[in-house]
């Protein structure tokens, strides 16, 4: 886990800003889930088999018989939110986005600690492939607003239950004469859900995987239809989001996905070059408890964005810095910057003792606008000293008329 300091801190809420834009203009509205949550969600949801579950939840005991951890994920939090209140019953879209920590015990790696952070978006009510497009579109919209270039879209459809009994079958009948030269954790797969082995990153399973049979030639006819009209409304809507790549070895890292999976990679990233990914889950309504609801989402992470992200962020920009001498001069600063900050103003003053020199200085590092002088000199004339910070001009104004014009000064 990390500090986020606020150099960094600037850019990630520019970021941040420019999604809730993008979010907005798509019309989904912001969804805020507790960050702890009963562990038998993940399991319900993500799969008792994932590395989520198995190896990565921050999970502890609450009772004698209630097990909680930290959300490793925020579509399964979504999902219980959406069926606890009620909202499945409605038959209306709903349209959620959510930021915010997760957390998963896993090896440290590049733009991805124990604590990381995610922004993302549910849309649960309809299997329109104008949706999944929607989606992904909604996804590079926040990606080109943040100022990313050079990314990837990789799409791919994984099929559906009617589809996806042929297509494992054939895996197992194509890494039950390779299972020695599996890793461990890709033999184990092979036992509990071998659609997992296509989403390990190792070197040497990777070279079985890319020989293993394709999920394209195994899908039924509707999830067939499905991604074919996935891909035209993608070539179509909009000329920014028509360059993906067909990579039929996604399948994402959860067992809730179904049809239309896809990740958007950045090649500045290494091998763990993901900086968005998401896709359709149409059972996990109905395997929450809830009525049968199509759904389609994605996340994706701040760390990785904001790395690749050439958005420039400033300081924020100071409108008045109080350069006081003296205690009398501080104390009748201190007054009028209250007031100036109760109109919403923003000012600052010197709580160091610095000299003028100094803290003309912290002025200029600030950003200032403006900085207003006043010494005992100035309180004996019954004036402040206005100083433009950019050009340097000053002018003395009437200590009595100082809050009125400084509400006023541009």
């Given at each position: 886990?990390?500090?986020?300091?606020?150099?960094?801190?600037?850019?990630?809420?520019?970021?941040?800003?420019?999604?809730?834009?993008?979010?907005?203009?798509?019309?989904?509205?912001?969804?805020?889930?507790?960050?702890?949550?009963?562990?038998?969600?993940?399991?319900?949801?993500?799969?008792?088999?994932?590395?989520?579950?198995?190896?990565?939840?921050?999970?502890?005991?609450?009772?004698?018989?209630?097990?909680?951890?930290?959300?490793?994920?925020?579509?399964?939090?979504?999902?219980?939110?959406?069926?606890?209140?009620?909202?499945?019953?409605?038959?209306?879209?709903?349209?959620?986005?959510?930021?915010?920590?997760?957390?998963?015990?896993?090896?440290?790696?590049?733009?991805r600690r124990r604590q990381f952070y995610q922004i993302g978006a549910e849309a649960i009510g309809s299997n329109s492939p104008y949706l999944?497009?929607?989606?992904?579109?909604?996804?590079?919209?926040?990606?080109?607003?943040?100022?990313?270039?050079?990314?990837?879209?990789?799409?791919?459809?994984?099929?559906?239950?009617?589809?996806?009994?042929?297509?494992?079958?054939?895996?197992?009948?194509?890494?039950?004469?390779?299972?020695e030269l599996l890793c461990p954790d890709c033999q184990r797969r092979f036992k509990t859900n071998i659609l997992r082995i296509l989403d390990?990153?190792?070197?040497?399973?990777?070279?079985?995987?890319?020989?293993?049979?394709?999920?394209?030639?195994?899908?039924?006819?509707?999830?067939?239809?499905?991604?074919?009209?996935?891909?035209?409304?993608?070539?179509?809507?909009?000329?920014?989001?028509?360059?993906?790549?067909?990579?039929?070895?996604?399948?994402?890292?959860?067992?809730?996905?179904?049809?239309?999976?896809?990740?958007?990679?950045?090649?500045?990233?290494?091998?763990?070059?993901?900086?968005?990914?998401?896709?359709?889950?149409?059972?996990?309504?109905?395997?929450?408890?809830?009525?049968?609801?199509?759904?389609?989402?994605?996340?994706?992470?701040?760390?990785?964005?904001?790395?690749?992200?050439?958005?420039?962020?400033?300081?924020?920009?100071?409108?008045?810095?109080?350069?006081?001498?003296?205690?009398?001069?501080y104390r009748e600063s201190y007054k009028i910057m209250r007031g100036l900050r109760e109109k919403g103003i923003a000012c600052e003053i010197?709580?160091?003792?610095?000299?003028?020199?100094?803290?003309?200085?912290?002025?200029?590092?600030?950003?200032?606008?403006?900085?207003?002088?006043?010494?005992?000199?100035?309180?004996?004339?019954?004036?402040?000293?206005?100083?433009?910070?950019?050009?340097?001009?000053?002018?003395?104004?009437?200590?009595?008329?100082?809050?009125?014009?400084?509400?006023?000064?541009?």
């Amino acid at each position: 886990m990390k500090d986020i300091l606020p150099e960094e801190t600037r850019k990630w809420q520019a970021i941040e800003e420019k999604a809730r834009e993008v979010f907005h203009l798509y019309g989904y509205s912001e969804i805020r889930t507790p960050v702890l949550e009963e562990s038998f969600l993940f399991c319900q949801s993500v799969g008792r088999d994932t590395d989520i579950v198995q190896k990565q939840m921050f999970s502890f005991s609450q009772g004698k018989e209630r097990e909680i951890c930290l959300r490793p994920e925020q579509t399964a939090s979504i999902v219980r939110a959406y069926i606890e209140h009620s909202v499945d019953k409605k038959g209306e879209l709903a349209k959620y986005y959510y930021s915010g920590p997760m957390f998963r015990k896993e090896r440290p790696q590049k733009g991805r600690r124990r604590q990381f952070y995610q922004i993302g978006a549910e849309a649960i009510g309809s299997n329109s492939p104008y949706l999944d497009a929607e989606v992904i579109c909604l996804v590079s919209d926040i990606l080109r607003a943040a100022k990313v270039g050079n990314y990837q879209i990789e799409l791919n459809n994984i099929g559906c239950r009617q589809c996806q009994p042929n297509y494992k079958a054939a895996l197992r009948q194509y890494f039950q004469d390779r299972i020695e030269l599996l890793c461990p954790d890709c033999q184990r797969r092979f036992k509990t859900n071998i659609l997992r082995i296509l989403d390990c990153k190792k070197q040497d399973c990777q070279l079985l995987i890319q020989k293993a049979p394709s999920i394209l030639e195994h899908l039924c006819q509707r999830c067939n239809l499905h991604f074919t009209e996935v891909k035209e409304i993608l070539s179509e809507v909009s000329p920014h989001s028509n360059h993906y790549v067909i990579n039929p070895r996604i399948v994402r890292g959860l067992d809730y996905y179904t049809d239309t999976v896809f990740e958007i990679t950045h090649p500045d990233l290494g091998s763990q070059n993901a900086l968005a990914a998401g896709g359709r889950y149409n059972n996990l309504i109905e395997q929450m408890g809830g009525k049968p609801e199509p759904a389609v989402g994605f996340s994706l992470g701040m760390e990785r964005v904001s790395a690749v992200s050439t958005l420039v962020t400033e300081n924020s920009s100071l409108f008045i810095f109080f350069a006081a001498l003296g205690q009398a001069a501080y104390r009748e600063s201190y007054k009028i910057m209250r007031g100036l900050r109760e109109k919403g103003i923003a000012c600052e003053i010197d709580y160091q003792d610095k000299s003028l020199k100094a803290q003309m200085r912290v002025a200029n590092k600030m950003r200032a606008k403006f900085a207003v002088l006043l010494g005992e000199k100035e309180l004996k004339k019954g004036i402040i000293i206005l100083r433009n910070m950019e050009t340097k001009e000053q002018k003395e104004i009437k200590l009595e008329d100082a809050y009125s014009q400084l509400r006023t000064t541009k």
